[in-house]
T-cell receptor, first 115, second 111 residues
Framework: AQKVTQAQTEISVVEKEDVTLDCVYE???????LFWYKQPPSGELVFLIR??????QNEISGRYSWNFQKSTSSFNFTITASQVVDSAVYFC????????????FGRGTSLIVHP | NAGVTQTPKFQVLKTGQSMTLQCAQD?????MYWYRQDPGMGLRLIYY???????DKGEVPNGYNVSRLNKREFSLRLESAAPSQTSVYFC??????????FGQGTRLTVV
């Protein structure tokens, strides 16, 4: 069975600090996708990134970067020089290929960035 | 292109009342999902529909029913609302290999 664990329920930082949100997953499938979503205080869910199981290259998008390591089943998300606008709940998710398709979400990490 | 449209955005019900949450998509996707979001619990799947004419229970189906009216529409019904159903509800289409598309959410309060 697939599982996503976000052990950090809440992280509080001061603006300009770097912060890493952890995501650990479990799956028996060799083909799968991992995702990160952001939910700002306004409540909508915003897609950030998708990574397939065959591509372990790290990705950087502005102040955001993602570190995918199959050896540790982790897909961690780092925000560099955090800003108040980064305050949100962040969800990691996993989808497996084939079979009865039910994507699994982690419980989310609430990031609070103080000015 | 609206993506996923979910109504209403807010609703207050009295215990025992019924209501239907509507969801429609214009992305021609087969699978549709209903989630509820509670503080600290993440997104929990209530029901999903893999294709038109089929529905299946998710993690927390008790107290809910669904209808996949056609490929576009997937509704969620609360027959007799309870305070434990106070939550934020999201409808979504979630292709396995691309990003998910969520509705704006329905904030439901049952008093």
């Amino acid at each position: 069975a697939q599982k996503v664990t976000q052990a950090q329920t809440e992280i509080s930082v001061v603006e300009k600090e770097d912060v890493t949100l952890d995501c650990v997953y479990e799956t028996r499938d060799t083909t799968y996708y991992l995702f990160w979503y952001k939910q700002p205080p306004s409540g909508e869910l915003v897609f950030l990134i998708r990574r397939n199981s065959f591509d372990e290259q790290n990705e950087i998008s502005g102040r955001y970067s993602w570190n995918f390591q199959k050896s540790t089943s982790s897909f961690n998300f780092t925000i560099t020089a955090s800003q108040v606008v980064d305050s949100a709940v962040y969800f990691c998710a996993l989808s497996e290929y084939g079979g009865s398709y039910i994507p699994t979400f982690g419980r989310g990490t609430s990031l609070i960035v103080h000015p | 292109n609206a993506g996923v449209t979910q109504t209403p955005k807010f609703q207050v019900l009295k215990t025992g009342q019924s209501m239907t949450l509507q969801c429609a998509q214009d992305m021609n996707h087969n699978s549709m999902y209903w989630y509820r979001q509670d503080p600290g619990m993440g997104l929990r799947l209530i029901y999903y529909s893999a294709s038109e004419g089929t529905t299946d229970k998710g993690e927390v189906p008790n107290g809910y029913n669904v209808s996949r009216l056609n490929k576009r529409e997937f509704s969620l019904r609360l027959e007799s609302a309870a305070p434990s159903q106070t939550s934020v509800y999201f409808c979504a289409i979630i292709p396995w290999d691309t990003e998910a598309f969520f509705g704006q959410g329905t904030r439901l309060t049952v008093v």
